[in-house]
């Protein structure tokens, strides 16, 4: 009676595990971190200053294309975002704002790390949020997510005129405080 008991358990066991493998997949979600990860404050992080902006190119839900190697000439800020992601959703508008406020100074490129399949839910995210100053770029393969931030969003890179980045925030920062606009006047004259 107890080898059938052990049995059945190691069966529910398999049959349970096997199903959360393709949670990731369907649902995308941030899971039972949501809170935690939502009151993290971002440190600007100079240590990778001097590396090259990835020379890869974003489309957005129509289909037109940016490559990123081409922004040079003018500093770019460039931030990774999802939108199951609430520090992400946070700093959009400010994000916007910061946009129209730099503009022709400095470039904001936000780019969803959202997987294939979810253009009509980050076209519909931009729609819901009225901004004026970003683009809704997509990464569905999340190749960006992989060369900058190993799966941490927000994840934004400051890159100057060269294209060299100047200093990175992985988490959530204020791009309203007056130390956002301090830090992004290394890279914009």
């Known amino acids: 009676m107890l ?6 358990l190691a069966i529910l066991t398999l ?11 369907t649902a995308q979600q941030q899971g039972a971190l949501d809170g935690d990860k939502a009151g993290l404050a971002g440190e600007i992080d100079r240590s990778r200053a001097g590396e090259l902006m990835p020379a890869l190119t974003v489309t957005d839900p129509d289909g037109k294309q940016l490559n990123l190697g081409a922004l040079q000439g003018q500093p770019v800020l460039l931030n990774l975002w999802a939108t199951w ?8 508008p400010m994000l916007d704002e910061l946009a129209g406020e730099y503009d022709g100074a400095l470039r904001v490129v936000t780019v969803s790390q959202d997987k294939r399949g979810r253009e009509d839910e980050v076209r519909a995210f931009f729609e819901r949020g009225s901004f004026n100053m970003l683009e809704p770029w997509l990464d569905p393969e999340n ?25 990175r925030v992985v988490g959530e920062y204020d791009w309203s405080s007056a130390a956002a606009r301090e830090a992004l006047s290394e890279a914009v004259e």
């Open 3 to 8: 080898s059938r008991s052990l049995l059945t």
């Open 15 to 25: 049959t349970l595990a096997a199903c959360d493998r393709e949670a990731p997949d």
């Open 85 to 92: 992601c609430a520090p992400c959703i946070k700093e959009m």
């Open 143 to 167: 190749t960006l997510d992989a060369a900058i931030s190993d799966g941490v969003l927000p994840a934004t890179v400051l890159y100057d005129a060269s294209g060299q980045e100047v200093w």
